[in-house]
């Protein structure tokens, strides 16, 4: 069973910045392709950006490419998603997620553990 807690949520105004962690505990946290998402009101999970076990090869929607950035430190067990150039269409609540024992995947389905979400809001 792993355990995930997301933090570094916040309000920014455009072109502002965000640092966002989800730190691990439980299980094997390297044995884990990891994945953000998000979701706004009304509207289904979206993900946002994926992560290779190593941390070699990264995933991205093509609404954040080069201006979010994900990367992991297995040594610390965490997950990151650096957030700049900021939208207002970027408001939402941030999930990170640990798939199974699968490779790259944007399906939420396909993953297995969940963190409680943090909110990003960003005004113009």
């Known amino acids: ?3 995930l807690v997301e933090s570094g949520g916040g309000s ?3 072109e502002g910045s965000l640092r966002l962690s989800c730190a691990a505990s439980g299980g ?3 044995n884990h392709y990891m994945g953000w998402f998000r979701q706004a009101p009304g509207q289904e999970r979206e ?3 994926g992560i290779s076990r190593s941390g070699g090869m990264a995933d991205y929607a093509d609404s954040v490419k080069g201006r979010l950035t994900i990367f992991r430190d297995n040594t610390k067990s965490t997950v990151y998603l650096q957030m700049n150039s900021l939208k207002p269409e ?3 609540v941030y999930y990170c997620g640990a798939a199974g024992n699968l490779g790259s ?3 939420p389905k ?3 553990y969940w963190g409680q979400g943090t909110q990003v809001t960003v005004s113009s």
Do not use: E, G, L, W
């Open 47 to 49: 993900f946002v950006a």
């Open 105 to 107: 995947t944007r399906r």
């Open 90 to 92: 970027d408001t939402a």
């Open 1 to 3: 069973q792993v355990k």
């Open 110 to 112: 396909d993953y297995v």
């Open 28 to 30: 094997t946290f390297s």
């Open 12 to 14: 920014v105004q455009a």
